[in-house]
């Protein structure tokens, strides 16, 4: 059984460009949560999808914007990329029920130059 | 607004020593508590996970408790090895968002 799946690993863009990443949940998942985690600090919650839709955002600009298709993977987008979104993206899978565990993907290092 | 903070940020102790990882919360609403690992560069996993009904977890040499209406849970590591050395993270689950603790980062020194 697959867990979460983070692509690509490593990314190095410029400030002004747009990244995409992707994410593909743990089988049997429904839900993906995107999260930034800058060096040294605790992830930070980006926003939530559940059935195509955004459920839940947390404390970001519009530059950041998501996806999620029928078979439940998601995209994370970012536009206008600054020097302070060089961070770790985490993606995490659950069931759309809170109690259940999230189970996180390795991440994507994204750095911008 | 939730905030979960860490103490100690930083802990160095030697191999074989039992330690204790603290984590407060300032809203007790939660639907659980879990503790995570990260090592350097690397993306989370999952040590443990309590339920807000419940009081302890325990795997292997881990120990987890949660005290709900005191806002705090620990990480209690018995015996502790060189390959525990990481970055602990706890983190509660509210309504749609998992909001993390700053970590601790442990060395164990052989």
């Known amino acids: 059984d697959a867990g979460v799946t983070q692509s690509p690993t490593h990314l190095i863009k410029t400030r002004g460009q747009q990244v995409t990443l992707r994410c593909s949940p743990k089988s049997g998942h429904d839900t993906v949560s995107w999260y930034q985690q800058a060096l040294g600090q605790g992830p930070q919650f980006i926003f939530q999808y559940y059935e195509e839709e955004e459920r839940q955002r947390g404390n970001f600009p519009d530059r950041f914007s998501g996806h999620q298709f029928p078979n439940y993977s998601s995209e994370l987008n970012v536009n206008a990329l600054l020097l302070g979104d060089s961070a770790l993206y985490l993606c995490?899978?659950?069931?759309?029920?809170?109690?259940?565990?999230?189970?996180f993907g390795p991440g994507t290092r994204l750095l911008v130059l | 607004k939730q905030e979960v903070t860490q103490i100690p940020a930083a802990l160095s102790v030697p191999e074989g020593e039992n330690l204790v990882l603290n984590c407060s919360f300032t809203?007790?609403?939660?639907?659980?508590l879990q503790w995570f690992r990260q090592d350097p560069g690397k993306g989370l996993t999952s040590l443990l996970l309590?339920?807000?009904?419940?009081r302890e977890q325990t795997s292997g040499r881990l120990n987890a408790s949660l005290d709900k209406s005191s806002g705090r849970s620990t990480l209690y590591i018995a015996a502790s090895q060189p390959g525990d050395s990481a970055t602990y993270l706890c983190?509660?689950?509210?309504?749609?968002?998992?909001?993390f603790g700053p970590g601790t980062s442990l060395s164990v020194i052989p």
């Open positions: 983190a509660v689950s509210e309504y749609d968002k998992v909001i």
């Open positions: 809203d007790s609403a939660i639907y659980n």
């Open positions: 309590i339920q807000s009904s419940q």
């Open positions: 995490a899978s659950s069931l759309v029920a809170i109690q259940e565990t999230q189970y």
